[in-house]
C-alpha cells in the first residue's frame, strides 16, 4: 500500500544488484511512495547485476560509481543533483563486501590486505559518501541518510568475521558525521540493523542458513524481511522521523532483546536428545 510518504522528495539510493538486495526493495518503495530516485552500484554490477531492470520499472537512472573511490562519488553525486533537478532528500547506503568472508578465510588467520578493503567498501564508503554529500551541498535540510548494519557489531555472532568490524566502524560514523551534519544542516544520519536476509551478500556468510534460522526461533515476531525491511527505511525518509538522528535502529523482530525463547530451547534439547 502506498501512502505517498516521499511525494516530491528526491533521493539516491546505492547497493540494488538483484531483487533480492535490499536496496532495490527500498528503490521500489520510494518510487511507490512518490519519490525521484537514482541507483548506483559498483562498476562491475553492471555485467553481474540487474539495475538496468530496476531503473526502467522506477524511472530512474543508473550511474555506476565505486564507493570506495572519491572521484567517482564527486561524479556521481554531482550528476544526481542535476539529474533530478535538485538536491537530495535522502541517501541509501546498502553496501557490504568483505573478501575474507567470500575467500572463507577465518578471523585468526586474517589476511590484512582483505581487511583493509572490507572497512574500505563497508564502512569507509559511508564516511566517503556523507563527506562527499556535504563538500558539495548536495542534501537539501532536514535530508535523511540510513545506512545498513548488522547486530555483530555489538554482539559476537560465529562466521560474521571482519564484517563484524566494519559495521561497528559504520554505525559510529552514523553518529559521529550525524552530530556535524545535524548541527549544521539538520541532516539526520540513522543506521538499520536488519535480520539476516536471504540476499548475495547475506548468503556469503559462514553457516548463514543456521544464522537465519537460530534468528527466526529466537525472535518473537520472526526474521524481517527485505520488503519489510524497505517499509522501514521509507519511514526515515519521511518526514515523520524529522528528529530521529544518530540512532541505530533494531528492525529485526525483536532479536536484539531476546536471550532464550521456547522455540530455540526445545529445538536445543532435541540436540541432546539426538545425542544419547
Ligand atoms: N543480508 C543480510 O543478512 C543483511 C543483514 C543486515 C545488514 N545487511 C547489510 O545490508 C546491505 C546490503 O546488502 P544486501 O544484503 O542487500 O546484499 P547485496 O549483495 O544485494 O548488496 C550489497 C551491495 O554492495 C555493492 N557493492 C559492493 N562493493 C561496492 C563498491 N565498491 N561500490 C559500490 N557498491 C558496492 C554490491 O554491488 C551490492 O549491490 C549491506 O550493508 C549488508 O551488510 C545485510
Given at each position: ?9 528526491r ?13 532495490w526493495?527500498?528503490a ?9 530516485i ?40 554531482s550528476a ?12 541509501l547506503?546498502?553496501?557490504g563486501m ?8 577465518p ?37 535523511s ?29 552514523a ?15 540513522n ?53 530521529v ?32
Amino acid at each position: 500500500m502506498a501512502y505517498k510518504l516521499l511525494k516530491g522528495k528526491r533521493g539516491l539510493i546505492f547497493g540494488a544488484l538483484n531483487p533480492k538486495s535490499i536496496a532495490w526493495q527500498v528503490a521500489e518503495r520510494a518510487f511507490e511512495e512518490g519519490a525521484h530516485i537514482m541507483l548506483s552500484n559498483a562498476p562491475v554490477a553492471k555485467r553481474l547485476g540487474e539495475v538496468e531492470e530496476l531503473a526502467k520499472a522506477c524511472n530512474s537512472e543508473v550511474i555506476y560509481a565505486d564507493a570506495t573511490n572519491l572521484d567517482d562519488l564527486e561524479m556521481l553525486i554531482s550528476a544526481s543533483v542535476e539529474k533530478l533537478g535538485g538536491k537530495l532528500d535522502f541517501v541509501l547506503h546498502s553496501i557490504g563486501m568483505s573478501p575474507n568472508v567470500r575467500k572463507d578465510i577465518p578471523y585468526d588467520n586474517i589476511n590484512y590486505d582483505n581487511y583493509l578493503k572490507t572497512l574500505d567498501v563497508s564502512a569507509l564508503s559511508f564516511h566517503k559518501v556523507l563527506q562527499t554529500c556535504r563538500k558539495l551541498d548536495a542534501i537539501n535540510e532536514w535530508g535523511s541518510v540510513v545506512a545498513l548494519t548488522y547486530i555483530a557489531a555489538t554482539r559476537t555472532l560465529y562466521g560474521y568475521n571482519d564484517m563484524a568490524d566494519a559495521k561497528a566502524a559504520l554505525e559510529s560514523i552514523a553518529r559521529s558525521f550525524g552530530y556535524i551534519y545535524g548541527r549544521e544542516k539538520k541532516v539526520r544520519i540513522n543506521t538499520i540493523s536488519q535480520s539476516p536476509t536471504l540476499t548475495t551478500a547475506g548468503s556469503g556468510i559462514k553457516g548463514f542458513g543456521s544464522l537465519y534460522d537460530f534468528s527466526e526461533r529466537m525472535s518473537p515476531l520472526g526474521n524481517a524481511t527485505a520488503e519489510e525491511c524497505a517499509d522501514y527505511a521509507i519511514t526515515l525518509f519521511s518526514d515523520l522521523t524529522r528528529k530521529v538522528t544518530m540512532q541505530n535502529l533494531y528492525h529485526d523482530g525483536g532479536f536484539s532483546s531476546m536471550g532464550m525463547s521456547e522455540e530455540a530451547m526445545t529445538q536445543y534439547d532435541k540436540s541432546f536428545e539426538e545425542c544419547k
